[in-house]
């Protein structure tokens, strides 16, 4: 393929921009994992600054990430704090499979994440209340795991595209080359007790409450079909304590089909009507839900 050098310089030019306030940080800790961090720390710091981890779908990176959604430039805006983690193994999937992956402190990557969080905390003086998680794709299968196995971090999440957390457990991978498929198919239909069982031997003995959820799925995906969204919101609606309620249509824009759990503060899915598996990102939606 060829490239002019102008249309090239073109390209460099906007990623320079983008990027401009993405920042790589190696010394944040433990990292098992062998994770990258970039943050983003707006000009303007809100006091006690409220953080939100974003993570990249299969094949990204948290560069590509924080280009591809609006974060940033929301975070300049209300003074919070974006840190896009990368990993490369796997095909630059997230490790939702195994045992060390799926339970806490035990060296996956949701140690080096927790300790990228607890880095920026105490760097910034961050609000340790106000921890949120967010991703697509493989990047909502890692929010469910994070939330499932450091419900004390996160405050809640929301995400694109995923899977319930423990879905792909002992899976021999974690990307769509190397994962057991029937997850992705959503042939993996368990109970709310089965799922809330799984859950909890992620952190045994944790008795405290699990974060807030949202989760967004499109009816067209092929690749992580749409029972998934079932059986997130079965697992979560049985870890929160909060049963089906009403479905909204239209919202919050049309063919998207809101299912509220509760009063609608602690678990919501939207289901998108043929949508594939790029749903996307409702930066303002999110933010909404986080009470930022
Ligand atoms: C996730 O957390 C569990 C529980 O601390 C831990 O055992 C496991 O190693 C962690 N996984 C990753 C990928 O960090
Ligand atoms: C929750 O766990 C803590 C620490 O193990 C314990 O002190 C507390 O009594 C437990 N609370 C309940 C309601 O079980
Ligand atoms: C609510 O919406 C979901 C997703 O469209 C659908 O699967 C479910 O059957 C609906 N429930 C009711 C009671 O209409």
Redesign the pocket.
């Known amino acids: 393929m060829r490239f002019s050098t102008s249309a090239l310089g073109g390209l460099a030019a906007i990623s320079a921009t983008a990027d401009a306030a993405l920042v790589r940080v190696n010394d944040f800790g433990a990292n098992p994992a062998n994770l990258q961090m970039n943050i983003n720390v707006p000009a303007k710091l809100a006091t006690k600054p409220a953080i939100i981890v974003a993570m990249h779908g299969c094949g990204g990176t948290g560069e590509q990430y924080a280009q591809q959604t609006k974060y940033n430039s929301l975070s300049e805006q209300k003074g919070f704090i974006m840190i896009f983690p990368s990993t490369k193994k796997d095909s630059n999937c997230w490790e939702v499979n195994t045992a060390k992956g799926l339970s806490r402190d035990a060296g996956g990557d949701n140690q080096s994440l927790v300790n990228m969080i607890k880095y920026t905390i105490q760097k910034y003086n961050a609000d340790p209340t106000k921890v949120f998680s967010t991703g697509s794709s493989s990047g909502c299968m890692m929010t469910n795991v994070l939330m499932a196995t450091y419900p004390d971090v996160i405050a809640a999440g929301s995400c694109y595209s995923g899977v319930a957390a423990g879905c792909l457990a002992g899976s021999p991978g974690a990307s769509p080359g190397s994962a057991n498929p029937n997850c992705a198919n959503g042939q993996i239909i368990k109970t709310q007790d089965q799922w809330v069982a799984q859950v909890k031997a992620m952190y045994p003995g944790y008795n405290g409450s699990y974060p807030r959820m949202a989760t967004w799925h499109g009816t067209a995906d092929t690749l992580v079909k749409i029972p998934n969204l079932?059986e997130q919101l079965k697992e979560w609606s049985g870890l929160l304590g909060v049963s089906?309620t009403k479905?909204v249509t239209n919202t919050p824009q049309s063919g998207y089909?809101q299912?509220v759990y509760g009063d609608g503060t602690k678990l919501v899915?939207y289901?998108a009507q043929g949508v594939g598996h790029t749903v996307p990102v409702h930066e303002t939606d999110d933010l909404k839900w986080f009470g930022l």
Request: proline share 0%; aromatic share 14%; charged share 0%.
């Open positions: 079932g089906f479905n089909t299912i899915g289901n």
